[in-house]
């Protein structure tokens, strides 16, 4: 037993060590004003980015904080931290105009968020917080009904799924200090993509380095890591762009059509209402 402690208190130990210095450098700086922000919206690959963004955050010696929809983010938190990463944003969590920095916005066409969601809250994510409760109430029923009525539950019960589109339907696209991507974008070609963020937002990351921690938190690379897990089961299953078309009944898509054509057309997804 003390054989396996000692190595978990000294890791312990250096995480705080390293806390404690990127701060204490964070707070000496000069432009500790100016913040990094990462906004993005449930099953948006939003820790996939977190990891690349750690990374980075490490390199550079800036500490980060990351939140969501359940919590907002203290005075406190905003002046010890640099990287403010929101991974399921909730426009109640922080007023964003106040923060003076840059930051980028991913959004992901909401029919593959519907079904990302009904996979990941039937089978796979982890539930640790009691205020997601709704994932473990959604697996009780998802998991008694037919793959078709489970996606329509979700559409007609999931807050989860009402705040993704409300926010991404009420966010402002032309906010000069945020750059716009999207998730189909982001996986096609992380490279450049993330390259285009760090410069955008003026990080140092040299090229190396980036190729380095983007193969150390790819998909694939994660994918690998759940050994023997059943494809269907996985966290990371699929992640491809366009997978709705697999799981989308004739009234499923009437649903939708009639809920969120609007939505999709505003985000780009469709280029006309009969798809």
């Known amino acids: ?6 190595p978990r208190i000294y890791r312990s130990f250096l995480r705080i060590s390293k806390r404690t210095y990127a701060v204490t450098n964070h707070l000496l700086s000069g432009n500790r004003s100016e913040k990094y922000l990462y906004v993005s919206h449930h099953k948006c690959a939003t820790q996939y980015v977190i990891n690349i963004l750690k990374a980075v955050a490490d390199l550079n010696h800036l500490p980060g904080v990351k939140c969501d929809w359940r919590r907002k983010i203290t005075a406190a938190e905003l002046l010890l931290n640099k990287f ?31 079904v990302s969601m009904y996979f990941s809250h039937k089978k796979s994510h982890i539930v640790r917080d009691p205020k997601a409760h709704e994932i473990l109430d959604n697996r009780k029923i998802l998991n008694e009904i037919s793959e078709e009525e489970g996606l329509k539950y979700l559409l007609d019960h999931s807050a989860y799924f009402n705040r993704i589109t409300t926010e991404m ?25 993330f390259k285009a963020i760090f410069s955008f937002l003026g990080v140092k990351i040299e090229d190396p380095q980036l190729k380095n921690i983007l193969e150390r938190f790819s998909f694939q690379r994660l994918k690998k890591e759940v050994k023997g897990a059943d494809k269907t089961v996985s966290h990371y299953r699929k992640g491809r762009p366009g997978d709705w078309e697999n799981h989308f009944t004739p009234d499923l898509k ?11 057309l505003k985000l780009a997804y469709i280029e006309d209402v009969d798809w």
Do not use: C
């Open 169 to 193: 339907a009420g966010w402002d696209y032309s906010r000069e200090n945020f750059l716009e991507l999207k998730y189909e974008d982001l996986i096609s070609d992380p490279f450049s993509r």
């Open 84 to 114: 403010i990463l929101i991974q399921d944003y909730s426009s109640d969590i922080i007023e964003l105009t106040r923060i003076k920095g840059r930051g980028f916005h991913v959004i992901r066409d909401p029919r593959d968020i519907l």
């Open 254 to 264: 009437k649903i939708f059509k009639s809920n969120y054509n609007d939505l999709l």
């Open 1 to 6: 037993m003390t054989s396996q402690l000692i």
